[in-house]
């Protein structure tokens, strides 16, 4: 059976869709906040926290803040939409596709946190777990929920030199920001186009260089004509 562009885009954005709630939405019910469960040893550990903001564990100040993330988040979510259905139609490079959808699907993945979380959740604490759809009532309104952050990779840690700028003598980890797997599909979609992009745009590139040498062996036979 052979998948139309298009099959294939909602193939990938509901995968990785269906894997970004599932993670989130078991953490949320199982997991106190700041609770850590190691999965490879300290390199690689589950880690609870909330996320008013951003990726990667980025805030954006206030109620109003965070209502504009929200807003700009549906906008980004529309274009992209639009932008994914443009290149279906010019039957662009698959991996062209794959990399937008990645993109689309994480930011579908935080902006379902973002919209309705709180509504479907009571507040998570260090002490409780979190309630799926609460007798009282979610812990926020719609636009307002908080993104579930779990993955945590401090591959190593250390500290900077005295003579460094700014961190001079600080205590640093790496990886140190806490994200979720929707974080991960943006990064990987944006990481891929940037270092395939010949390969994904080599059609584009090699139809605009051939019309150039048309253009190039066409002009000296229009100047003995005129």
């Known amino acids: ?37 190691p999965v490879l040893g300290n390199w690689f550990i589950l880690h609870f926290t909330e996320n008013p903001g951003m990726a990667f564990g980025l805030q954006f100040g206030g109620n109003y803040g965070k209502l504009m993330l929200s807003l700009f988040r549906i906008g980004a979510i529309a274009f992209l939409a639009w932008y994914i259905i443009r290149l279906i139609r010019q039957k662009a490079n698959f991996g062209v596709v794959a990399c937008f959808s990645l993109i689309f699907a994480g930011a579908m993945g935080n902006m379902i946190d973002s919209a309705f979380y709180g509504l479907i959740f009571s507040n998570s604490s260090f002490f409780e777990v979190a309630q799926a759809f609460p007798p009282d009532g979610g812990y926020g309104t719609f636009l307002h929920g908080k993104v579930v ?78």
Do not use: C
Not at 11 to 25: A, N
Not at 170 to 179: E, G
Not at 192 to 216: H, M
């Open 149 to 226: 952050d779990m993955l945590y990779f401090p591959l190593f840690s250390g500290q900077f030199p005295s003579w460094f700028p700014v961190w001079g003598g600080q205590q640093f980890s790496f990886f140190d920001p806490v994200f979720n797997i929707a974080d991960s599909s943006v990064f990987i979609g944006v990481a891929s186009l940037l270092l395939f992009q010949r390969k994904y745009f080599k059609g584009e590139t090699r139809t605009i260089g051939e019309t150039e040498k048309e253009d190039v062996e066409i002009s000296p036979e229009t100047e003995e004509n005129n």
């Open 1 to 37: 059976m052979k998948f139309s562009l298009l099959k294939k885009s909602i193939v990938l954005v509901f995968l990785v869709l269906l894997i970004d709630q599932i993670v989130k939405i078991w953490i949320k019910t199982h997991m106190t906040l700041g609770q850590e469960i």
